[in-house]
């Protein structure tokens, strides 16, 4: 798989459960995103340095690392050859759970088969191990909400990120058709995975919630992602939208 389909994959799946994304037309289809934030876990195979070595073979350089230690989080930017999409790749520390979620996640992640580990890192057809019942996902969302979301939906894409200069519009003229078409947006720079940094303009916008069968038969909604707007307050920046992205006291030095 080359890069340009990695990510038209990565795309496909992600309007696949965000049905309301894909159906927005307030900016032209063939508008590429920002970036792409993924989540992941450090578990086996679906570990950011099991991954790693595959996405670098697709043309990404890792060029900063990001640690956050009140979420749990270590976040690696990842950088396309040419002017495309960046990667945000997070990786839940599940030593950052206490022990009955944490013992609790694991067990469901155990229970992937070997042949549902891709060549291609984050791309499933479903999760990767099965649905995990009502009571666990309550559990797991009150001690993480990342550990939740990654028990009923797997690591993949959460949500896509576009830079309203890229779009050629303003930031507020896109939110008024983003709630006129249904979806509220959240200018709180601690919505989403991570915070995002001062130097942007940011608002994130949950996808509708969306009506999942758990492992005993139940169903329940949820919410499953969402889709961010982020526009530079610093006209004069040669720097990708994406390398501003992350609060700067986050960054960690890389080996």
Same mark, same amino acid.
């Given at each position: 798989?080359?890069?340009?389909?990695?990510?038209? =994959?990565?795309?496909?799946? !992600?309007?696949?459960?965000?049905? %309301?994304?894909?159906?927005?037309?307030?900016?032209?289809?063939?508008?590429?995103?920002?970036?792409?934030?993924?989540?992941?876990?450090? !578990?086996? *195979?679906?570990?950011?340095?099991?991954? $790693?070595?595959?996405?670098?073979?697709?043309?990404? /350089?890792?060029?900063?690392?990001?640690?956050?230690?009140?979420?749990?989080?270590?976040?690696?930017?990842?950088? *396309?050859?040419?002017?495309?999409?960046?990667?945000?790749?997070?990786?839940?520390?599940?030593?950052?759970?206490?022990?009955? *979620?944490?013992?609790?996640?694991?067990?469901?992640?155990? #229970?992937?088969?070997?042949?549902?580990?891709?060549?291609?890192?984050?791309? !499933?057809?479903?999760?990767?191990?099965? @649905?995990?019942?009502?009571?666990?996902?309550?559990?797991?969302? #009150?001690?993480?909400?990342?550990?939740?979301? $990654?028990?009923?939906?797997?690591?993949?894409?959460?949500?896509?990120?576009? %830079?309203?200069?890229?779009?050629? @519009?303003?930031?507020? %003229?896109?939110?008024?058709?983003?709630?006129?078409?249904?979806?509220?947006?959240?200018?709180?720079?601690?919505?989403?995975?991570?915070?995002?940094? *001062?130097?942007? %303009?940011?608002?994130?916008?949950?996808?509708?919630?969306?009506?999942?069968?758990?492992?005993?038969?139940?169903?329940?909604?949820?919410?499953?992602?969402?889709?961010?707007?982020?526009?530079? =307050?610093?006209?004069?920046?040669?720097? /990708?939208?994406?390398?501003?992205? $992350?609060?700067?006291?986050?960054?960690?030095? @890389?080996?």
């Amino acid at each position: 798989m080359q890069r340009e389909e990695f990510v038209k =994959q990565l795309w496909l799946d !992600y309007i696949h459960h965000h049905p %309301d994304i894909g159906g927005l037309r307030l900016w032209p289809l063939e508008a590429p995103a920002a970036y792409l934030a993924l989540v992941t876990l450090n !578990y086996g *195979p679906f570990a950011m340095q099991a991954m $790693l070595p595959t996405l670098t073979h697709l043309g990404y /350089r890792c060029q900063h690392r990001h640690a956050m230690a009140d979420r749990g989080l270590l976040v690696s930017l990842l950088a *396309p050859p040419d002017e495309g999409t960046w990667l945000v790749l997070a990786e839940l520390q599940l030593a950052s759970l206490s022990r009955r *979620p944490r013992d609790r996640l694991e067990a469901l992640v155990s #229970q992937t088969p070997q042949v549902a580990s891709p060549r291609q890192p984050l791309v !499933y057809d479903l999760r990767p191990w099965p @649905m995990p019942t009502w009571d666990t996902y309550l559990s797991l969302h #009150q001690a993480h909400p990342l550990a939740s979301w $990654l028990a009923v939906m797997g690591p993949r894409m959460h949500h896509a990120g576009f %830079d309203c200069d890229q779009l050629g @519009m303003d930031l507020l %003229d896109i939110d008024t058709g983003m709630r006129t078409s249904g979806l509220n947006g959240y200018s709180d720079r601690h919505h989403g995975i991570f915070p995002v940094s *001062p130097l942007l %303009d940011y608002c994130f916008y949950p996808t509708l919630s969306q009506r999942l069968a758990f492992a005993e038969g139940d169903e329940h909604r949820i919410a499953l992602g969402g889709v961010a707007l982020v526009q530079k =307050q610093v006209s004069a920046n040669q720097e /990708r939208t994406a390398e501003l992205l $992350l609060p700067h006291h986050t960054r960690c030095e @890389m080996s």
